[in-house]
Nanobody, 130 residues
Framework: QVQLVESGGGSVQAGGSLRLSCEVS????????MGWFRQAPGKEREGVAT????????YYTDSVKGRFAISQDNTKNTLYLQMNSLKPEDSAVYYC???????????????????????WGQGTQVTVSS
């Protein structure tokens, strides 16, 4: 059973940075899709970034390209999301998720097919003030 626990959220002013962490346990697969998603009040959950573990291929939604970076530390079984140049529109609850069957794998990268991600963390709040 895969368990995901996020941390690192908080409040920051526009232009600031935060690093989210997602500690993964029960994970024995060498290559799966893992991703960060976010959901703002009144909006649908959207994909932010994904990584194909063991390979390192990453994918980002257009609005965060050049500002966010997803990475993994296999020695710590931890997924990260480094968020720089934060904007008020980045405010949301951020979730990490795992697609252990790589059903979201598309041409060369893991996609944002929410239903393909079967394991989710509890979420961590990110608030960016202007």
């Amino acid at each position: 059973q895969v368990q995901l626990v996020e941390s690192g959220g908080g409040s920051v002013q526009a232009g600031g940075s935060l690093r989210l962490s997602c500690e993964v346990s029960g994970y024995t697969y060498s290559k799966i899709c893992m991703g960060w998603f976010r959901q703002a009040p009144g909006k649908e959950r959207e994909g932010v970034a994904t990584i194909l573990t063991g390979v390192g291929v990453t994918y980002y939604t257009d609005s965060v390209k050049g500002r966010f970076a997803i990475s993994q530390d296999n020695t710590k079984n931890t997924l990260y999301l480094q968020m720089n140049s934060l904007k008020p529109e980045d405010s949301a609850v951020y979730y990490c998720a795992a697609d252990v069957n790589v059903n979201s794998l598309g041409p060369g990268r893991c996609g944002f097919v929410t239903n393909a991600y079967t394991y989710w963390g509890q979420g961590t709040q990110v608030t960016v003030s202007s």
